[in-house]
Structures are given as structure tokens and as C-alpha cells.
Antibody, heavy 118, light 110 residues
Framework: QVQLQESGPGLVKPSETLSLTCTVSGDSITNNNFEWGWVRQPPGMGLEWIGSIYVGTTYYTPSLKSRITISEDASKNQFSLRMNSLIARDTAVYFC???????????WGQGTLVTVSS | QSALTQPPSASGSPGQSVTISCTGSRTDVGGYAYVSWYQQHPGKAPKLLIYEVVKRPSGVPDRFSGSKSGNTASLTVAGLQAEDEADYYCCSYTGDNNLVFGGGTKVTVL
């Protein structure tokens, strides 16, 4: 059974850069049957797809493409999200996910709340 | 990419059925057989309920079913139970390896 666990700072200042890491157990991020990605959810609001990485190739949602980088560290079985130029509206719970070839998200981390505030 | 359109709320009594719609366009819901549905209880991560429009992962009760007609997908919850009270989100592939979610529907069991 695959498990995903997010880690990172809970508070980031406006204009700074957010770095989150997802540690995967029970599967390998080099498994080419899956993509590894990120979803966020502002407090009290809906889900937003951020992007994913698949055997080293990255895919980003157009609205965030200029500010995000997703990378992987196979040696640690982790993948990461970096988002720069943070604003208050980036305050959200960030989930890491496993995405299948059928374009659905079959495994989710528990989520980590990131607050953007000075 | 605009969010898919879902009704903000739906409700039903225990044992009744509720259907949630998810309306997009021919560039997402109408263009691909890759619509999925997720259930989210407060403070929890979403859970996959339906994938590829009509398929259920193992462990998901057959009370949950999905369908699609044109640019609108639907999730039906039959035989409502108290534990079905949650937020429900649809999601569609949009091309260019991108995904888009619906705005979510809060289901209340009366």
C-alpha cells in the first residue's frame, strides 16, 4: 500500500519561496506506471491541480507555470514542489498525490497547511 | 482553464438517492473518458470514488456510480447513509497532461 507524506514550513512570508517535499513509501517514484503530483485547497474552498512529474518530465497547470518547479530525488524516493513569489492567495492545504495513466489520483498524502503571511 | 461547474449543495434523506452534476466543455469532460470523482470529509484528504467515468476502485460501495452525457458527468449516491455526508469533487483531463476540478458539492444527509 503506497503512502505519501508532505513536509515543509507551515508559514511563509509574502514574496518568498515555498518548498514542500513528499516522501513516498510502498512504491518507487521511478515506477513509470505513475506520475507524482501536487494539488492544493485554499481554506474552505475547492481543489486545484498544480502539476506533476513523470520519469523526470514535468507538467504544470498553465496558471501557475511561471512560479512553480517540481523535481524528484530518486535516491530518497521523494519529490518536491517549489513555488516562488508567494502571495496571500497561495495560502492552502497542499496535497501530494499519485496520478495514474487513467488520469485519476488514486493515492493522497494527508496534506499540509501553508499560510502566507508576514 | 475554468473549474468544472458543480452545484454547491445537494441533500437527501437516509435511503434516498442524490445525483451531482459536473458540467464542463468539449475540451475536458466532453472530450475525454477521464472523469473521476472524490469524496472529502472535513479535515481529511480526498478519497477516490469513481475513475474513468464509471469505474469503482475496490472497496468503494456499489451505491456510488458515475455516468457521462456530452459535456456533463454525474455521480449518483444511492441509499444515502449518514457517512456519505461530505464534499464531492469531480475532475477531468483537459489535454496537455493537465487536470481540472469542479468547485465541489456539499452533500447533506437530512
Amino acid at each position: 500500500q503506497v503512502q505519501l507524506q508532505e513536509s515543509g514550513p507551515g508559514l511563509v512570508k509574502p514574496s518568498e519561496t515555498l518548498s514542500l517535499t513528499c516522501t513516498v513509501s510502498g512504491d518507487s517514484i521511478t515506477n513509470n506506471n505513475f506520475e507524482w503530483g501536487w494539488v492544493r485547497q485554499p481554506p474552505g474552498m475547492g481543489l486545484e491541480w498544480i502539476g506533476s512529474i513523470y520519469v523526470g518530465t514535468t507538467y504544470y497547470t498553465p496558471s501557475l507555470k511561471s512560479r512553480i518547479t517540481i523535481s524528484e530525488d530518486a535516491s530518497k524516493n521523494q519529490f518536491s514542489l517549489r513555488m516562488n513569489s508567494l502571495i496571500a492567495r497561495d495560502t492552502a492545504v497542499y496535497f501530494c498525490v499519485r496520478r495514474t495513466s487513467g488520469d485519476y489520483l488514486d493515492s493522497w498524502g494527508q496534506g499540509t497547511l501553508v499560510t502566507v503571511s508576514s | 482553464q475554468s473549474a468544472l461547474t458543480q452545484p454547491p449543495s445537494a441533500s437527501g434523506s437516509p435511503g434516498q438517492s442524490v445525483t451531482i452534476s459536473c458540467t464542463g466543455s468539449r475540451t475536458d469532460v466532453g472530450g475525454y473518458a477521464y472523469v473521476s470523482w472524490y469524496q472529502q470529509h472535513p479535515g481529511k484528504a480526498p478519497k477516490l470514488l469513481i475513475y474513468e467515468v464509471v469505474k469503482r476502485p475496490s472497496g468503494v460501495p456499489d451505491r456510488f456510480s458515475g455516468s457521462k452525457s456530452g459535456n456533463t458527468a454525474s455521480l449518483t449516491v444511492a441509499g444515502l447513509q449518514a457517512e456519505d455526508e461530505a464534499d464531492y469533487y469531480c475532475c477531468s483531463y483537459t489535454g496537455d497532461n493537465n487536470l481540472v476540478f469542479g468547485g465541489g458539492t456539499k452533500v447533506t444527509v437530512l
